[in-house]
């Protein structure tokens, strides 16, 4: 692998030095600003490059921030650990008994919410504590790493196919429906047969589907089942969790109505019920796959126009809420998906906003004249 190692430098070569060792001592390669060559493009670019083309980044935090004069505010360690978590590749090392800037404090505390997971490395105080924490968190790291691989193409016809197909000429009047599916790999048991048939797990997923977090009403009559090995739990409004063994979810979110006769989309809705799809996803994935057997995800989603016509903002809305002009693509079917298709697993925590923006874009694409 192509390992780089982000921190400060001035002052902190003896512990650079020794993660160094720690990489190569696994016959890892060394990726590292002291040798990148002279070049046209700033330091920063090529930094940034460093990290994208890496495999794995190693990140080192002592008591210095660094300099921040940058355009961001943000020193070069900070704006490659940003880089980093958005591909899900990075482990962390802090170190103990010192005492951290203001600026490194606040730095620390937004590595340690972003959850790196199993990957993440222990704390340390002297270079020879880094030394044996990086192998022994690069070690379990290549073991995790040595599974099946992902195999994107079949998590995209997973994904396809979770999201239902609805029944041209069909009128339902339970109102729009978010369909978000999500699809994970390498593909393995999640979830054992005899556990999915569990009543306490039903019950366990109910719970968390009617709290103030989750998407079902408790007012609602909710009915558990069992279908193909999947379990489904869904309430006569529409809204629905799916899940299988291998982990693979469908989750169909109600979309708040407009009001006033004539009953668009509203764009806003539409957003919150994708941040409730994603927020729900991610807190399922961690309740069921807590040592992140999955480490990619695929996703999917479609929306289900019953009684619903055309696109518009809130705003459109309040401004003209009894005439609309409708255009549909009628020319697109099946779902939506990102481009690329697979994300790392964990960018439904950290980056859940800008998913959010991207496959509302799509949406809008689609259902908007």
């Not at 291998?246 to 957003?271: C, W």
Request: aromatic share 6%; hydrophobic share 40%; glycine share 6%.
């Amino acid at each position: 692998m192509k390992i780089f190692v982000s921190s400060v430098m001035n002052g902190f070569q003896e512990f650079r030095e020794a993660a160094f060792a720690a990489i190569r001592s696994l016959d890892h390669d060394v990726v590292r600003a002291e040798d990148f060559p002279a070049s046209t493009t700033s330091s920063r670019v090529a930094c940034l490059q460093g990290v994208r083309e890496a495999d794995l980044v190693v990140l080192i935090l002592g008591e210095r921030y660094g300099w921040s004069e940058t355009h961001s505010g943000l020193s070069p360690t900070h704006e490659e650990f940003r880089e980093a978590v958005n591909e899900g590749k990075v482990i962390s090392f802090v170190q103990t008994g010192v005492t951290c800037e203001p600026a490194q404090q606040a730095f620390v505390e937004e590595v340690e919410n972003y959850d790196t997971g199993m990957h993440r490395g222990r704390n340390f105080v002297t270079p020879e504590d880094l030394r044996t924490e990086v192998t022994r968190a690069l070690a379990r790291h290549q073991l995790s790493a040595a599974t099946a691989p992902v195999d994107v193409t079949m998590m995209v016809d997973v994904a396809r196919r979770l999201i239902p197909d609805e029944e041209r000429g069909l009128v339902r009047m339970t109102g729009p429906l978010l369909h978000l599916a999500i699809a994970g790999g390498p593909t393995q048991t999640i979830i054992r047969p005899s556990e999915i048939e569990d009543n306490a797990l039903m019950d366990g997923i109910i719970a968390d589907l009617s709290a103030p977090s989750g998407y079902f009403s408790y007012r609602r009559r909710t009915e558990p089942r069992l279908e193909n090995g999947a379990l489904l739990i869904e309430q006569e409004n529409g809204a629905m969790f799916r899940i299988d063994e291998a982990g693979a979810m469908l989750l169909s979110v109600p979309i708040e109505q407009a009001s006033g006769h004539i009953q668009p989309l509203i764009e806003e809705n539409v957003s919150v019920a994708i941040e409730k799809a994603f927020s729900f996803a991610d807190r399922m994935l961690e309740k069921f796959d807590r040592t992140q057997k999955l480490t990619r995800i695929v996703i999917a989603a479609d929306i289900r126009m019953s009684g619903v016509f055309g696109w518009r903002t809130a705003r459109e809305q309040a401004a003209s809420p009894d005439s609309i002009q409708v255009g549909m693509n009628s020319s697109a079917s099946g779902p939506v998906m990102l481009n690329p298709p697979d994300r790392t697993r964990m960018a439904l925590r950290v980056e859940h906003t800008r998913l959010t923006e991207d496959l509302l874009a799509l949406l809008r694409r689609r259902y908007r004249s």
